[in-house]
């Protein structure tokens, strides 16, 4: 109770003096040398409990060595580390980009910054608290947290140190725990971590794209901080298109990648602005959103072959398995990228669905009977698709399914999966989840937490979906340790139990309905 106390009490004046780090960053002519504000206030209690979980196998021998025996027992920031490792780091593959794969490099350096050590700890401490439920674990990771919080806003307060690699990567993971822990308040904390990684950005500006540590950082927030605006509503902050933009303009890609890319964020970040746009017409809204839909469907058109999927069909139901097929993919990243193309997806004909019954209320209305009815077949359509799409990529991301070993087979661009993936083969068939998520080999279920948790919230669901969900997100919750999951879990347990009693309810009224009555009509 302490920790959240003194946390909130953090958090409270963090909002302010983003604001303030952000302002300061606008003013020209500011002295170069004057210190910044800080984002994090110093907690004032500092007397926070050690844990005794840390047990210590010894030896009862009167002859026993204890510097041996200690080294045999890795600490428990040690066994995070590898939790943390084995469940959330990506390698690069066909996508040349990873997730995590970078930060022992910063961890490793000779001189590492005690608060991106104690950020990083704090995060991967909590993913193993969520995990094995142990709540002497979470006093570790609260305690690291705030040694974190102290330490990176001393940070700040140093010109030179504010716009280091270490200083950016403690703010992230600083919001990451928010994410591990995900109590009632970590969802806004989290925002506010996320807005003071903007806003450090924005200070580094575009020349932190040129440094390998610094391109990769930006790739690994990117996703970050589109997720934040897309759950939270709120506006994707300007210096993000254009970091994002100046990196495909310096990658060495392709210029027909460099173009797909850059259709494929201006559709994503179109699809953020649309969403909170609250002023505009219902006509105009069809409009705009009707003009990013049809902007999806030429991109994928032309999107690369290794980015194919193979599908499976199934001839009978199988467990975890929601629906009569799924997916392989050669690479863990490409369903990452496909599920957010989805995801976008649902929500611009979501947008669709509710202008379009908007202006049909409208008087006079904004489109003829025909117009609306086409588009709602359309839109509805289009959103169970979707919806069926990401459940088939779930069982090669939940470890059902193995990925397959791309070094049989080379990266040629003309080479398609179904070329060489036999379904039959007994690695592609369907396995018990986690069988092929291995040490070190994560496959990015972090990423689909908030993509699993909109479609079960979907009203065009199919029967079954959201309980399906929930399952899903109750194996990502113990599998990589997010309580994200668990939470937005037990959010659909509640709506699913509103929407049996609803049911209920409308039967009850349908069987008090006296026998003599006509309700047919004539």
Same mark, same amino acid.
Request: one cysteine or more; aromatic letters at 8%.
């Given at each position: 109770?302490?920790? @959240?106390?003194?946390?909130?009490?953090?958090?409270?004046?963090?909002?302010?003096?983003?604001?303030?780090?952000?302002?300061?960053?606008? !003013?020209?002519?500011?002295?170069?040398?004057?210190?910044?504000?800080?984002?994090?206030?110093? #907690?004032?209690?500092?007397?926070?409990?050690?844990?005794?979980?840390?047990? =210590?196998?010894?030896?009862?021998?009167?002859?026993?060595?204890?510097?041996?025996?200690?080294?045999?027992?890795?600490?428990?920031?040690?066994?995070?580390?590898?939790?943390?490792?084995?469940?959330?780091?990506?390698? #690069?593959?066909?996508?040349?980009?990873?997730?995590?794969?970078?930060?022992?490099?910063?961890?490793?350096?000779?001189? =590492?910054?005690?608060?991106? &050590?104690?950020?990083?700890?704090?995060?991967?401490?909590?993913?193993?608290?969520?995990?094995?439920?142990?709540?002497?674990?979470?006093?570790?990771?609260?305690?690291?947290?705030?040694?974190?919080?102290?330490?990176?806003?001393?940070?700040?307060?140093?010109?030179?140190?504010?716009?280091?690699?270490?200083?950016?990567? $403690?703010?992230?993971?600083?919001?990451?725990?928010?994410?591990?822990?995900?109590?009632?308040?970590?969802?806004?904390?989290?925002?506010?971590?996320?807005?003071?990684?903007?806003?450090?950005?924005?200070?580094?500006?575009?020349?932190?794209?040129?440094?390998?540590?610094?391109?990769?950082?930006?790739?690994?927030?990117?996703?970050?901080?589109?997720?934040?605006?897309?759950?939270?509503?709120?506006?994707?902050?300007?210096?993000?298109?254009?970091?994002?933009?100046?990196?495909?303009?310096?990658?060495?890609?392709?210029?027909?990648?460099?173009? *797909?890319?850059?259709?494929?964020?201006?559709?994503?970040?179109?699809?953020?602005?649309?969403?909170?746009?609250?002023?505009?017409?219902?006509?105009?809204?069809?409009?705009?959103?009707?003009?990013?839909?049809?902007?999806?469907?030429?991109?994928?058109?032309?999107?690369?072959?290794?980015?194919?999927?193979?599908? =499976?069909?199934?001839?009978?139901?199988?467990? $975890?398995?929601?629906?009569?097929?799924?997916?392989?993919?050669?690479?863990?990243? =490409?369903?990452?990228?496909?599920?957010?193309?989805?995801?976008?997806?649902?929500?611009?004909?979501?947008?669709?669905?509710? &202008?379009?019954?908007?202006?049909?209320?409208?008087?006079?209305?904004?489109?003829?009977?025909?117009?609306?009815?086409?588009?709602?077949?359309?839109?509805?359509?289009?959103?169970?698709?979707?919806?069926?799409?990401?459940?088939?990529?779930?069982? !090669?991301?939940?470890?059902?399914?193995?990925? #397959?070993?791309? $070094?049989?087979?080379?990266?040629?661009?003309?080479?398609?999966?179904?070329?060489?993936?036999?379904?039959?083969?007994?690695?592609? @068939?369907?396995?018990?989840?986690?069988?092929?998520?291995?040490?070190?080999?994560?496959?990015?279920?972090?990423?689909?937490? #908030?993509?699993?948790?909109?479609?079960?919230? $979907?009203?065009?669901?199919?029967?079954?979906?959201?309980? *399906?969900?929930?399952?899903?997100?109750?194996?990502?919750?113990?599998?990589?340790?997010?309580?994200?999951?668990?939470?937005?879990?037990?959010?659909?347990?509640?709506?699913?139990?509103?929407?049996?009693?609803?049911?209920?309810?409308?039967?009850?009224?349908?069987?008090?309905?006296?026998?003599?009555?006509?309700?047919?009509?004539?």
């Amino acid at each position: 109770m302490m920790f @959240r106390d003194e946390n909130d009490s953090v958090m409270n004046k963090a909002q302010k003096k983003y604001r303030e780090l952000s302002e300061q960053r606008t !003013q020209k002519g500011a002295d170069k040398n004057t210190s910044q504000a800080a984002i994090f206030p110093t #907690p004032k209690n500092d007397s926070w409990p050690q844990s005794t979980a840390l047990v =210590v196998a010894r030896s009862d021998s009167p002859h026993r060595t204890y510097s041996m025996t200690w080294e045999l027992v890795p600490s428990l920031e040690t066994q995070a580390l590898e939790f943390f490792a084995a469940n959330y780091i990506v390698e #690069p593959g066909i996508i040349l980009r990873g997730h995590f794969q970078w930060i022992f490099e910063l961890l490793g350096a000779n001189q =590492v910054d005690l608060a991106l &050590q104690s950020s990083f700890s704090a995060a991967s401490l909590a993913t193993l608290a969520t995990t094995t439920k142990s709540q002497a674990i979470m006093e570790r990771a609260q305690h690291q947290y705030v040694t974190a919080l102290k330490c990176t806003n001393k940070a700040l307060q140093d010109p030179n140190m504010a716009t280091r690699d270490s200083t950016l990567v $403690s703010v992230i993971f600083l919001g990451m725990y928010e994410s591990c822990i995900y109590k009632k308040k970590s969802l806004h904390a989290w925002t506010e971590h996320v807005k003071g990684a903007c806003t450090l950005l924005a200070l580094r500006g575009k020349s932190q794209l040129r440094s390998d540590m610094g391109l990769k950082i930006f790739q690994q927030f990117y996703g970050t901080v589109l997720t934040i605006c897309f759950e939270n509503g709120v506006p994707l902050p300007s210096i993000i298109p254009e970091l994002y933009e100046e990196m495909i303009a310096i990658g060495k890609h392709g210029i027909l990648a460099k173009q *797909w890319s850059t259709r494929l964020s201006r559709i994503l970040h179109g699809s953020i602005t649309i969403s909170q746009d609250t002023a505009s017409d219902p006509a105009t809204m069809v409009l705009k959103a009707w003009q990013l839909e049809e902007d999806i469907i030429s991109i994928m058109e032309h999107m690369p072959t290794l980015w194919k999927h193979k599908t =499976v069909h199934l001839d009978r139901p199988a467990e $975890s398995v929601f629906g009569h097929f799924y997916h392989i993919y050669l690479d863990a990243f =490409v369903p990452y990228i496909l599920n957010n193309i989805r995801s976008t997806r649902i929500r611009l004909n979501t947008v669709l669905r509710m &202008q379009i019954i908007k202006g049909m209320q409208a008087s006079p209305p904004c489109f003829s009977t025909d117009e609306a009815e086409n588009q709602l077949k359309y839109s509805e359509r289009v959103i169970r698709c979707q919806i069926a799409n990401i459940c088939a990529s779930m069982p !090669q991301l939940s470890g059902q399914v193995a990925f #397959p070993d791309l $070094s049989k087979f080379g990266h040629s661009t003309s080479t398609a999966p179904m070329d060489f993936i036999d379904p039959l083969e007994d690695k592609f @068939r369907i396995h018990p989840q986690g069988t092929f998520i291995q040490r070190a080999s994560a496959t990015g279920l972090d990423h689909v937490i #908030p993509i699993l948790y909109a479609i079960g919230r $979907s009203d065009l669901g199919p029967p079954g979906l959201t309980q *399906w969900t929930i399952d899903q997100l109750s194996f990502i919750t113990f599998k990589i340790g997010m309580k994200q999951a668990a939470v937005l879990a037990e959010d659909l347990k509640q709506r699913l139990k509103r929407r049996t009693v609803s049911g209920m309810i409308e039967e009850v009224d349908s069987l008090c309905v006296p026998r003599f009555l006509d309700v047919s009509g004539p």
